[in-house]
């Protein structure tokens, strides 16, 4: 069964602070990892990665993939309270739908 | 570009009634949506993917006769909680994947979700 983890959890930092998200994930047929960010509503697309060592960049997050360790982090620099939500790490699970397995999320917290 | 649309945001009902929920793709064809469902603190739950024009298929442990979806058109789905219950009370999002042409094969976008109150 394909599988996501995240680590941690939760997540407490001071505005400034610099933080680093886990993603970990067993499928078959691996073809990308994909970051969301999840505020009140419903999440918004941050990255989608297939190679491996590439970082994908947007600002003051990045991500990077590690497919033979199956992992990915998602780094967020100088963190902001704007930056506080729910990060969310899926892969696209095998089959012709290509649903997205997601992993439970880390909580991060940015207090000023 | 890629904007997805739920109607309603929010909506209370009461126990034993049915309610609706629209998905809608606003700027591309969505040849394939997924509902989910978020219970507080816990991670997106897929429901059911919806092909346009054929049946939905639905998750393990998932009512197909509770929760019916519909994809009539390549931008609109409707997911309709039937015989609602409190326990039915939840957070439900819909996502729309686009054509090839306008979107990467595997990004899926995300509506605004429709917070489901059942007293």
């Known amino acids: 069964e394909d599988k996501v983890v995240q680590s941690p959890l939760s997540l407490v930092v001071h505005e400034g602070d610099t933080v680093t998200l886990n993603c970990s994930y067993e499928?078959?047929?691996?073809?990308?990892l994909l970051w969301y960010k999840q505020e009140k509503k419903a999440p918004t697309f941050l990255f989608m990665l297939?190679?491996?060592?590439i970082e994908k960049k947007s600002g003051r997050l990045s991500s990077i993939l590690d497919k033979k360790e199956l992992f990915s982090i998602l780094n967020i620099t100088a963190t902001q309270t704007g930056d506080s939500a729910i990060y969310l790490c899926?892969?696209?699970?095998?089959?012709?739908?290509?649903?997205?397995?997601f992993g439970k999320g880390t909580k991060l917290t940015v207090n000023p | 570009g890629a904007v997805v649309s739920q109607h309603p945001s929010r909506v209370i009902c009461k126990s034993g009634t049915s309610v609706k929920i629209e998905c809608r793709s606003l700027?591309?064809?969505?040849?394939?949506m997924f509902w989910y469902r978020q219970f507080p603190k816990q991670s997106l739950m897929l429901m059911a993917t919806?092909?346009?024009?054929?049946?939905?298929?639905?998750e393990q442990g998932v009512e197909k006769d509770k929760f019916l979806i519909n994809h009539a058109s390549l931008t609109l789905s409707t997911l309709t909680v039937t015989s609602a219950h409190p326990e039915d009370s939840s957070f439900y999002i819909c996502?729309?994947?686009?054509?090839?042409?306008?979107?990467?094969?595997?990004?899926?976008?995300f509506g605004p979700g429709t917070r489901l109150t059942v007293t």
């Open positions: 996502s729309a994947r686009g054509t090839r042409a306008r979107a990467a094969s595997y990004e899926q976008y």
């Open positions: 499928v078959t047929n691996f073809r990308s």
């Open positions: 297939t190679s491996s060592g």
């Open positions: 899926a892969v696209p699970s095998q089959g012709g739908s290509e649903k997205l397995v």
């Open positions: 700027d591309f064809q969505a040849t394939t």
């Open positions: 919806s092909n346009e024009g054929s049946k939905a298929t639905y």
